[in-house]
Every structure is written in C-alpha cells, then in structure tokens.
C-alpha cells in the first residue's frame, strides 16, 4: 500500500524566503508522485509530478520538487515566496490507479 | 491542462432530500473519474472510482446507497447523495483521468454540500 506523510500541517514563511513543503512516501513499486495546491473551496491543482523522469522536477509558479529515493522524499521548493503562494499543498501518491493524498500543509505567506 | 468541469460549486437542501453533483471533462475523454470528499481543514478521502458504463468502486466504509455514481459517458459523471442528513455536508470533488494510470489527473473546482 502507498503513503504519504506531510510534515508540519502548517507552514509560515516571510515573502521573499524560500519555501520548503515536506513529503515522504511509502511505496512498494517505483512511485509517481504529485503536488498539488487548493486555494479557498476550489478544487486542486497540479503543481507538479515525478513520474520516474528526471529526479528534479519543475512545475508552475517557480516551485520545484527533487525526488530522493535514499530517503524516500519528494519535497516541494521555490526560492522566494510571493504573497499569492498561500494556499493548501497537498502531496500525493499514486498506487493501484488511485492517488493517496496527505494531509495538506497551510502555507501563509508573511508581508 | 485539460478542463473538468463541477457543477454546481454550492448546494444547499434540506435533510432528506437528494442532490446531484456533475463532473464533465470538457476537452478530453475521461475513461475514469474519482470522486473525493474532503472535511474543513483535511485531506481529501476517495470515495469511489468510476469507468464509462460500469459499476463504480466504492473504498471501504463509503455507502453506495448514499452516495450513488453514475458514469454514463466518457464526458460525465454524477454524484448522487441521496436522502441527505447533516452530516453528509462537505466539499466534493471529482477528478477525470484519460487513462487507467491517472497520471494525467484533473480535478473539477469541487462542490459545496451544506444540508440543513
């Protein structure tokens, strides 16, 4: 069964900083794996996704993710946060056709 | 990216009634769609997965009378609560995949469900 465990269900970082979204995953088969962003009663929206490519995947809105099997992460980055980054980020697992989503990190943005 | 469509983003009825939720993929075939539930401030929970002109796959602990699933076309499918309570308000959201490894999933912009 597949996994996915987000550390920290609440993220504040200053505009300007870097962000840093934690994932790490379970997974008996090589993983896809997504991130995904929800902004206030809307639905979700693909950030970005590994799919067994290149480890260092980069996705919209200058955030990218860096797939390390050795130990088992897939954490979300961008360099300088923008007021507009704040949302919920949720990453996701793919196993037996189903995504496994964690349980979401609130990233506020401090002006 | 491809578009699926929600209808309607807000909802509210009256307990006992039956409301319908549409997912359409606008602009590509979905051969599955998945519908999820998410409670305020958690992590969406799968319901049921749905394939053109079969049966949907509950998860476990998902009542299939409830929440019935209709997958008539490779273009749309229907969530249906029926007979609901109070405690069946939430966000509902489906997603549309254009093939069975879902790597290309697409999410509608969910649904409100607020019984009263």
């Known amino acids: 069964a597949q996994s996915v465990t987000q550390l920290g269900s609440h993220v504040s970082v200053s505009e300007g900083a870097l962000v840093l979204l934690r994932c790490n995953y379970s997974?008996?088969?090589?993983?896809?794996l997504f991130w995904y962003v929800q902004y206030p009663n809307q639905g979700l929206q693909l950030l970005l996704k590994?799919?067994?490519?290149?480890?260092l995947v980069k996705g919209i809105n200058g955030f990218e993710a860096e797939f390390k099997k050795s130990e088992t992460s897939f954490h979300l980055t961008k360099p300088s946060a923008h007021m507009s980054d704040a949302a919920e980020y949720f990453c996701?697992?793919?196993?037996?056709?189903?995504?496994?989503f964690g349980t979401g990190t609130r990233l506020t943005i401090i002006p | 990216g491809a578009v699926v469509s929600q209808h309607p983003s807000r909802v509210i009825c009256k307990s006992g009634t039956s409301v319908k939720i549409e997912c359409r993929s606008l602009d590509f075939q979905a051969t599955t769609m998945f519908w999820y539930r998410q409670f305020p401030k958690q992590s969406l929970m799968l319901m049921a997965t749905s394939n053109e002109g079969s049966k949907a796959t509950y998860e476990q602990g998902v009542e299939k009378d409830k929440f019935l699933i209709n997958h008539a076309s490779l273009t749309l499918s229907t969530l249906t609560v029926t007979s609901a309570h109070p405690e069946d308000s939430s966000f509902y959201i489906c997603s549309a995949g254009s093939n069975r490894r879902n790597t290309e999933a697409f999410f509608g912009q969910g649904t409100r469900l607020t019984v009263v």
């Open positions: 996701a697992v793919l196993g037996n056709e189903k995504l496994t």
């Open positions: 590994y799919t067994s490519a290149a480890t």
């Open positions: 997974s008996s088969v090589p993983p896809y």
